[in-house]
C-alpha cells in the first residue's frame, strides 16, 4: 500500500477523517522504485522477539491480536511461537447445526424435516432448495464463528486463504453439506502436503460441481477445472509458466470421469466416462505422454498428472507468492523474488511441498519482521471485523444458546459481505481481488462506499452494540481500559491503546490533543481523567460516575477506529 496516498485523510481531532478514498485509476501504472522496496531475505530472526514484534507476528496470523493473546505469548522465544502458532488440529469442536426453517415446498418426506433445531445437519441429506439455502446461511454462520473463537493458532488464517487460491461459490454449489465438506476440506489440508491437498481438492465434491468437473465425459470434455488447476492452483501464470493451451486441454482429458454422489455427497470415478486415449504434453512439462488406461485403473492417470505438474519449478513459486501476498505485502518486485520467493520455494520443494515448512521459514525470516512489512496491508473486511471483535473482548451467550450465537455471528458475516469479503461466496474462481489484481491490491478494499461501513460497524459496537434475542454485543469501552496496565493515566492509557489497536502509531502531538479533546473533556489538566476515573474505580454502582468514564472511553475508541491508521495490519 502506498502509505502516503492513503493517510491523506488522516484527522486530528478538529478535522474528521475522510471518508471519501478514491480508488487509483485502475489503468495508471504504479511507479517501479528506483531501489528496491526491501532488501531483507529469509535468513532466521536471530534478535529476541520485542513485545511490538509479537504483535505483529499475531495480527498477521491471527484474527486480531488481543491483549490476553499477547500476555500469553509474552517472553517467549520467537521457535516457541512460532511453533505453537503452526501447532494445529486440522479440526473443529462444532458442526454447523439447524438454524433454518425449511420452505413450505419442502416434500414431506424430506430427511431433514425430521431434524429439530438446533441438530447437526451434515450427515442428513437432502435436494430441497429452500433447505440447502438455510444451511448456506447456517454454514456461513457457523465459519463465522471459528473464526471469532479460534484458537491461538494460525489455523482459521490458513482456512481462509486456501479459501482464496482454491476458490468456490456457495451459491455455486448449493448444496449445504457439499459446502461444509469443502470447508473441511481446507481445514484437514491448510499445513500438510501440498500435493496430496491438491488431489484432495480435485476429488472435493464441491470442486467437482463448481469448476464441472462432475460434467467432465469423454465425448464432451469440460476444460474448466483443468484450465483452472494450472492457472490458479498450481503452476500459476508467473513469467517462466510455459504450459499451453493444448496443455489444458490434455489434463482435462486425463481428469474425465470423476463423478459426485449427491445421495451421500462423496465423489466416484466412472470409468465408463473416462477418455482412454494417451494424452501428449507440451515442453513446459518435457514432452511428457500420460498412457491412457482402462477400467478403475484411469482414476490412477490423476495421480501422474500431478506428479507431472509438480515436476515444473514453477508450483512452489506460484504457492509461495501466493502466501507472501497474503501474510506479508502484495509488492513483489525482483528484490522479493530474488532474496525471498525464490529461497523459499527451493524449502517448499525439498520439503516434498509441505505447507508447514515454509511456513516456518517464512515467519521466523529477517523479511518477516523487516521494519517496512510492518503496517503494510490494509485490514480485509473480515480481518476488520473478527479482528476488532476479538480484541476488544466481545462476549457472547453461552453456547448452549446457539440460535442467539448463529444470528450473531450472521450479521458479522453481512457486514464483512457489505464491505466486499462474502466468506464462502468470493466474487469468482480467482478469489478476492485484493490478493492480486494490479496495481491497487489492498486498496482495493477501501472505496467510498466501504469505508463509511467500516466505520459504521465499528462505531455501532462501541457506542450501542446489535441486539438480538434481547441479547447485546458490544465493544466494552470499560472493560477494554481496564486491562490495560495503568488506565488512570490519560497519557499512558491511550499510548497502551495505540499500541494494541494500530500497527503504526500516533505521533506524541496528535495523542496529546485527542486525550484532551476526549479523555479531558477540553480540560487541560490530567487530572480531570484521572479523578474520574478514580472515582468509578472506588463506586463501581455509582452510575453517574460509570456514565462519565463510560462515555469518554466510547468517544476515545470510536475516534481511534475511524481514523486511518486503524485500517492497517
Known amino acids: 500500500m502506498d502509505r502516503r496516498d492513503f493517510f491523506r485523510g488522516v484527522a486530528t481531532p478538529q478535522q474528521p477523517l475522510q471518508t471519501t478514498v478514491q480508488p487509483k485509476p485502475a489503468q495508471r501504472e504504479r511507479p517501479q522504485p528506483v531501489t528496491p522496496r526491501v532488501q531483507s531475505g529469509i535468513k532466521p530472526y536471530q534478535q529476541a522477539l520485542s513485545e511490538e514484534e509479537l504483535i505483529h507476528l499475531l495480527k498477521r496470523t491471527l484474527f486480531g491480536a488481543s491483549k490476553a493473546d499477547i500476555d500469553f505469548f509474552k517472553g517467549k522465544t520467537l521457535d516457541q511461537v512460532v511453533d505453537a502458532l503452526l501447532t494445529v488440529s486440522g479440526t473443529t469442536t462444532t458442526v454447523p447445526v439447524k438454524t433454518y426453517t425449511p420452505g413450505s415446498t419442502t416434500p414431506a418426506n424430506d ?42 493458532n494460525i489455523q482459521e488464517k490458513m482456512v481462509l486463504f486456501w479459501h482464496h487460491h482454491f476458490a468456490t461459490e456457495t451459491n455455486d454449489i448449493s448444496n449445504g453439506i457439499a459446502c461444509y465438506l469443502y470447508n473441511k476440506t481446507l481445514r484437514e489440508h491448510a499445513l500438510g502436503n501440498f500435493k496430496a491437498f491438491v488431489k484432495a481438492i480435485t476429488l472435493d465434491p464441491a470442486m467437482l460441481r463448481y469448476l464441472n468437473g462432475e460434467r467432465n465425459l469423454k465425448n464432451a470434455p469440460d476444460e474448466n477445472y483443468a484450465r483452472e488447476l494450472q492457472e490458479l492452483f498450481t503452476v500459476g501464470k508467473g513469467p517462466d509458466s510455459k504450459y499451453t493451451e493444448d496443455d489444458v486441454k490434455q489434463a482435462a482429458r486425463v481428469v474425465t470421469g470423476f463423478r459426485v454422489r449427491y445421495t451421500d455427497i462423496t465423489s466416484y470415478f466412472d470409468a465408463a466416462q473416462h477418455d482412454t486415449g494417451n494424452k501428449t504434453f507440451s515442453a513446459f512439462y518435457g514432452n511428457r505422454t500420460i498412457t491412457g488406461k482402462t477400467g478403475a485403473d484411469g482414476a490412477k492417470e490423476l495421480e501422474e498428472l500431478l506428479d507431472m505438474i509438480f515436476a515444473t519449478q514453477e508450483v512452489a513459486k506460484h504457492v509461495v507468492r501466493n502466501i507472501y501476498r497474503w501474510f506479508v505485502y502484495y509488492e513483489i518486485d525482483a528484490q522479493v523474488e530474488q532474496d525471498v520467493i525464490a529461497p523459499l520455494a527451493t524449502i517448499f520443494r525439498n520439503s516434498g511441498y509441505n505447507i508447514k515448512t515454509v511456513m516456518v521459514a517464512l515467519l521466523k525470516s529477517e523479511h518477516f519482521f523487516d521494519p517496512l512489512n510492518r503496517g503494510c496491508q490494509i485490514k480485509s473486511p473480515v480481518d476488520l471485523v473478527v479482528g476488532s471483535v476479538r480484541e476488544f473482548g466481545t462476549v457472547f451467550p453461552d453456547a448452549s444458546d446457539y440460535a442467539t450465537n448463529y444470528l450473531f455471528w450472521g450479521w458479522l ?17 480467482s478469489g478476492w481481488k485484493a490478493y492480486y489484481q494490479e496495481p491497487l491490491y489492498y486498496e482495493i478494499w477501501i472505496n467510498s462506499d466501504t469505508l463509511p461501513k467500516r466505520n459504521q460497524f465499528t462505531d455501532t459496537m462501541i457506542l450501542n452494540g446489535y441486539t438480538r434475542n434481547s441479547k447485546t454485543i458490544r465493544f466494552d469501552a470499560i472493560a477494554f481500559a481496564r486491562q490495560m496496565p495503568n488506565p488512570r493515566d490519560p497519557n499512558q492509557l491511550i499510548s497502551d491503546a495505540v499500541k494494541y489497536l494500530y500497527r503504526i502509531g500516533l505521533s506524541a502531538s496528535t ?59
Open 111 to 152: 430427511p431433514d424435516l425430521a431434524l429439530t433445531a438446533g441438530q447437526p445437519w451434515i450427515n442428513v441429506h437432502t435436494n430441497d432448495g429452500s433447505v440447502n439455502g438455510g444451511r448456506r446461511t447456517s454454514f456461513k454462520a457457523w465459519w463465522m464463528g471459528q473464526m471469532i473463537h479460534q484458537q491461538r
Open 413 to 429: 458475516q453481512t457486514n464483512a459481505a457489505n464491505m466486499q469479503q462474502n466468506i464462502g461466496d468470493p466474487p469468482d474462481v
Open 511 to 569: 495523542q496529546t490533543q485527542i486525550k484532551r479533546d476526549i479523555l479531558l473533556s477540553g480540560q487541560s489538566q490530567d487530572h480531570y481523567w484521572t479523578d474520574a476515573w478514580d472515582l468509578y474505580i472506588a463506586n463501581p454502582n455509582d452510575n453517574a460516575a460509570m456514565t462519565t468514564v463510560r462515555t469518554r472511553l466510547r468517544n476515545l475508541f470510536q475516534y481511534l477506529m475511524n481514523l486511518a491508521e486503524f485500517q492497517l495490519a
